[in-house]
């Protein structure tokens, strides 16, 4: 734990060093979600949204964009960079573990996503929208949709060695979320087939999990068992599959 703790640390110390791909991944969901809420009519339920604000339909989605791009774009970066450079190999030499290193880059990652998620939950509080209630709900549905996209950067970090394809096929994979969840083309008006298949991603599933849960919908099973099961299998084939060097 001690050593896992100070790559943590290390970890932390060097992504506010370099923190480009942190800063494009939070600014633009948090500006996205400050200028929306800041304009009435995107406030207002549509009909071309399924009764949603503008505001209400593409939360789900700015959460979806930066758990992705954290998650599928810079933590196979990481690894694979560590992993190229033989920074793994090098460390089973010392006490700490490339385990340990791979546990803190987790937690790192988990961290940013929550505290950027619990931004884009609350906001829409501060202009009337929601309830103090139902985004609570949001903030703890945020663990299972954090811990989907983990398992999946996960899965690419283990089976694409090399650091540069591995982050143009996360971002690639992001995109694919990015769709799932809306962001070009409100949910709404998916045709059927598109939405049975959108709702077994996670993207699809994350989007449709917590826009039940901010609306006050009723949280259906299929979102939920998506995101254990793509937890589960990403992180047992990212287990069985990673290798140090």
């Not at 791009?69 to 992993?83: E, K, N």
């Not at 880059?105 to 309830?131: C, E, K, N, R």
């Not at 096929?169 to 769709?179: C, I, L, P, Q, Y």
Request: aromatic letters at 8%; hydrophobic letters at 60%.
């Amino acid at each position: 734990m001690s050593a896992t703790t100070a790559l943590f640390r290390n970890e932390l110390r060097l992504t506010l060093r370099t923190p480009a791909i942190v800063i494009w991944t939070v600014v633009i969901p948090v500006v996205a979600i400050i200028v929306m809420c800041s304009i009435p009519g995107a406030r207002q339920p549509l009909e071309a949204f399924g009764g949603l604000s503008v505001v209400e339909a593409y939360q789900p989605t700015l959460v979806v964009f930066a758990a992705s791009m954290l998650a599928l774009q810079m933590m196979p970066m990481i690894l694979g960079q560590y992993r190229e450079l033989g920074f793994l190999r090098r460390l089973r030499t010392t006490p700490a573990h490339p385990g340990n290193l791979l546990a803190a880059v987790l937690a790192l990652i988990l961290v940013i996503i929550l505290v950027v998620g619990l931004f884009l939950s609350t906001l829409p509080l501060f202009f009337g929208l929601g309830s103090v209630g139902r985004q609570t709900l949001v903030v703890l549905l945020l663990i299972p949709c954090a811990a989907a996209f983990l398992a999946v950067g996960a899965l690419l970090a283990a089976v694409i060695p090399n650091p540069r394809v591995a982050s143009g096929v996360g971002s690639a994979t992001a995109a694919v979320m990015w769709f799932a969840a809306g962001m070009w083309v409100p949910r709404a008006v998916f045709p059927g087939w598109l939405a049975t298949v959108a709702d077994w991603t996670p993207g699809g599933a994350v989007a449709s999990l917590l826009t039940s849960a901010a609306t006050g919908a009723a949280i259906g099973w299929q979102p939920l068992v998506c995101l254990v099961a793509w937890t589960v299998i990403g992180f047992t084939v990212a287990i069985r599959t990673f290798r140090w060097e």
